[in-house]
């Protein structure tokens, strides 16, 4: 993943203007069901120019999925900072960035899940970012527990990672109310 966040560093305007693009696509219809061509139409560039940016089709994915994780570990990490009064509250501080998160427009589900179920094939670079960043939520989760004092940190970060991916998938269902719900079980959890 280093050779794409390196890739990320050195983007042209061109190939930010194709990411861009990319990535409105890519969550808004789908992996598969974009193509190059949709995607260098509205970045206003040729297929030529952007496969010289990316490489190929997999490799842009890949590029869209770690900017993604980028962007959400820095936008959860100042929400938590900014809003949360003590490590206990840091905890639950998640689930109500989760929550913000959701409720900005257009909101398809994680993304991440839905890049993951889109690509099935274990050796897909993208799929790699996927699991990379559900492992730095739960890691994340038991770094806060740790800081809260939490008995058994790690057994809390797994438990709050399921209720968090949960409530993003029930949420994605459009069932009122699964973040909130998720973040009064996790309080329970960490009075228990």
Known sequence: MAEVAELLEKLTPAGRRVLDVAAELFYAEGIHAVGVEAIAAGAGVTKKTL???FGSKERLVTAYLVERDQR???W???WVAERASGPRDELLAVFDA??????RAGFRGCAFVNALAEMPEPD???????IGQKRWMRDYF???????????????ADSALLLYEGATIVASA????AVEHARRTAEVLLAA
Request: net charge negative.
């Open 51 to 53: 496969y010289a940016c």
């Open 72 to 74: 959400w570990r820095e």
């Open 76 to 78: 959860v990490r100042n």
């Open 98 to 103: 989760l929550g913000a998160w959701m409720d």
């Open 124 to 130: 897909h670079p993208g799929r790699a970012v996927v």
């Open 142 to 156: 038991e770094e806060l527990a740790t800081l809260a004092e939490v008995a058994e940190p790690a057994q809390f």
């Open 174 to 177: 459009d069932i009122p109310g």
